[in-house]
C-alpha cells in the first residue's frame, strides 16, 4: 500500500455522506449530491463571515457602502448563496428560509425531486457586528407520499422526526459542519489549507452530565415557575456537583457546546414571547434531531420537540435540549413540581 505520510486517515464530509448514502432507499447519489450544495454553500459563506469588517458586509441592510452599492447584510448573502447552491441539486424540490416568507418552489418540477430544505442562512446574525460565533442550520425532509407539487407547505410541515438529516454550520474559532442522517452525530472541521471539511468528531456522544446551564437569564422573571426554580435547583449545587453559567446568544454555539459538553440549553416561555423566540422548523428541529441522535433529548417543557406537529413555517417554540441527567431533572419538576435530589 501507498505509504501515506498523514499520521491518520483522512475522513471528508463528502466521502462519509458517501458512506450513508447506501441508508437511503434508492436514492442514487441524490442526498450525497444535495450535501454537496450545502457544504459548497457553507464554504462561501465562512470566507464572507471571516472578512465581514473588511467588505462592508456588516451593519443594517439598506445602508449604501462607500462606492454607493446597497449594503448587503451577512445573512442575506448567506441566504442567496444557499439558494443559488442548492437550487441547482435537481433532487431538491422545496427551499424553505427564515429570511423567505414562502418557501421557494424549486423552477425544475422534475419528478425525482425529492427532498426539501429548511435553513437558517445565518443564526445569531446579530452577533456579526461584534465578532461573536453565528452559525447556518439545516434540515432535510422528503417528500410526503403521495404529495405533488401544489402544496410546498405540505412538503416542509412535518414534524421533526420525520427529518431524513439535519445539522449545522459554525462560524467559530474554526468552521465546523455538524450533521447526521439518522446514523449518529459526526463533525468536520474545515481545512482551510485543503479547501475541505475533514472529520474530526465522528460519532458525538453527549456526556450523561454536564457542568453548564444555557439561557438568557435577563428574562428570568418573566419564565414560568418551574424554570426558575430549576435554574435555582442547578445554581445551588442539588444536580450532583455546582454549574457555570453559558450563554453566547447564538443558537448554533451555544447548543455545539451542550452537544460535546452535556448540560441544558433553555429558551423558555416569556410574557413577551409566550411561544418561545425560537423557530420550529430551522432551529428547534435540527438541534434536536442531533441531540437526540447523540443520546440526549429536547422537549417544548411539554412533548418531545420532533413530535410537533407544525402549522406554520415561521412558527416559534420553546426549547429545552441537553444532556439525560439534566432533562430527566427537569422533566421530574415539570411533572412533580419538585425537585428530583
Ligand atoms: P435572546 C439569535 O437571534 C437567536 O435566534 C438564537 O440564535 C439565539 O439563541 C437567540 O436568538 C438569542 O435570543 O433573546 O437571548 O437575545
Redesign the pocket.
Known amino acids: 500500500p501507498l505509504t501515506s505520510r498523514t499520521e491518520r486517515r483522512i475522513t471528508t464530509l463528502q466521502q462519509h455522506v458517501l458512506q450513508e448514502q447506501h441508508r437511503f432507499p434508492g436514492a442514487s447519489g441524490q442526498f450525497s449530491w444535495l450535501m454537496s450544495g450545502i457544504t459548497l454553500a457553507a464554504k462561501m459563506i465562512q470566507a464572507q463571515v471571516r472578512r465581514a469588517g473588511l467588505t462592508d458586509l456588516l451593519g443594517e441592510h439598506g445602508e449604501t457602502n462607500v462606492q454607493g452599492e446597497v449594503q448587503q447584510k451577512l445573512d442575506v448573502y448567506a441566504n442567496e448563496v444557499l439558494g443559488e447552491c442548492l437550487s441547482h441539486r435537481e433532487s431538491i424540490g422545496i427551499l424553505a428560509s427564515e429570511e423567505n416568507e414562502k418557501p421557494a418552489l424549486m423552477h425544475h418540477e422534475s419528478p425525482n425531486a425529492n427532498y426539501a430544505v429548511i435553513f437558517d442562512p445565518l443564526?445569531?446574525s446579530?452577533n456579526i457586528d461584534v465578532n461573536v460565533s453565528v452559525g447556518t442550520t439545516f434540515s432535510i425532509l422528503h417528500r410526503p407520499h403521495g404529495e405533488d407539487w401544489n402544496n410546498p407547505e405540505k412538503w416542509i410541515q412535518q414534524p421533526g422526526s420525520r427529518q431524513v438529516a439535519a445539522g449545522y454550520v459554525l462560524y467559530g474559532s474554526s468552521t465546523m459542519l455538524v450533521y447526521s442522517a439518522g446514523n449518529g452525530v459526526h463533525g468536520f472541521t474545515l481545512d482551510p489549507t485543503i479547501g475541505a471539511f475533514v472529520l474530526s468528531h465522528e460519532s458525538i456522544r453527549m456526556p450523561e452530565q454536564g457542568k453548564y446551564y444555557s439561557l438568557?437569564e435577563a428574562?428570568s422573571e418573566q419564565f414560568p415557575e418551574v424554570y426558575r426554580q430549576y435554574i435555582d435547583h442547578l445554581r445551588q449545587g442539588q444536580l450532583n456537583h455546582p454549574y457555570s453559567s453559558r450563554y453566547i446568544?447564538?443558537?448554533?454555539a451555544?447548543f455545539h457546546r451542550t452537544l460535546l459538553k452535556g448540560g441544558i440549553f433553555l429558551?423558555p416561555p416569556t410574557e413577551s414571547h409566550p411561544d418561545g423566540?425560537?423557530r420550529l422548523l430551522y432551529?428547534a428541529n435540527p438541534v434536536a434531531f442531533l441531540a437526540e441522535q447523540a443520546g440526549g433529548t429536547a422537549i417544548d417543557g411539554e412533548r418531545r420537540v420532533l413530535d410537533i406537529e407544525p402549522e406554520g413555517i415561521h412558527q416559534r417554540t420553546p426549547l429545552v435540549v441537553g444532556s439525560r441527567v439534566e432533562m430527566d431533572a427537569f422533566t421530574e419538576m415539570l411533572k412533580t413540581g419538585n425537585s428530583v435530589t
Open positions: 443564526d445569531g446579530s438568557n428574562n446568544g447564538s443558537m448554533v451555544d429558551y423566540k425560537l432551529e
